[in-house]
């Protein structure tokens, strides 16, 4: 894809917090056509994952504990709704990570362009929040769109949880039993069980 076509067709506006997340105001002198062009590394990243022409749509900023995001939306070509969303460190430009909703197929894709790692989750429409944000509709989660049915507080933007369940007492086959909570763009796309297998 060609820098005119980014030039063109990138799009920026800000979106009214009406939620508990702290958001930053959006600059209206800085469009996120200029501030995504700051930074190549987001864009090649996503030419190479989707292999189509994109846009950028709508972005927002919000505070997690010391760090500044600006999440924004990713419209591939044809798409009337936005297909992914980058979050690059809104003091810098840094491209820090990346989720993709293929709606149709119900397969989400995670990637920390920090550690260069990448997820896969299936059946996403089985996950309560799939539903409650209308499909992963980050911006719009973001943003206070969506009723979100869980406190808040200590929720982290990205990160993966592991607890020891200790309601369940050592199996002496499998181990300790762990919940595995992941959390991406404040949304828990996850929850799953895992065994240390080490002996009780």
Not at 4 to 16: A, D, Q, R, W, Y
Request: hydrophobic share 35%; proline share 4%.
């Amino acid at each position: 894809m060609s820098a005119l076509f980014l030039t063109v067709m990138i799009t920026g506006c800000s979106k009214e917090d009406e939620s508990s997340f702290k958001e930053s105001p959006a600059s209206k002198e800085s469009p996120a056509s200029e501030f995504m062009i700051q930074n190549n590394s987001a864009d090649e990243f996503l030419m190479d994952f989707y292999e189509k022409e994109f846009a950028y749509g709508e972005y927002i900023e919000i505070q997690d504990d010391s760090i500044s995001y600006r999440v924004t939306e990713v419209i591939v070509v044809n798409d009337e709704v936005a297909r992914g969303y980058i979050a690059q460190n809104a003091t810098t430009g840094s491209f820090m990570y990346f989720l993709d909703v293929d709606r149709d197929n119900y397969v989400s894709v995670s990637y920390n362009n920090v550690l260069d790692a990448e997820e896969v989750y299936n059946d996403i429409n089985e996950q309560p929040m799939y539903s409650v944000t209308n499909g992963y509709d980050v911006i719009g989660f973001l943003g206070g769109d969506y009723e979100d049915p869980e406190e808040f507080h200590g929720r982290p933007f990205w990160k993966t949880k592991t607890k020891l369940d200790d309601k369940k007492p050592c199996d002496p086959i499998m181990g300790n039993k762990y919940i595995v909570t992941k959390y991406r763009f404040f949304i828990k796309v996850s929850t799953a069980v895992e065994y240390d297998y080490a002996p009780c």
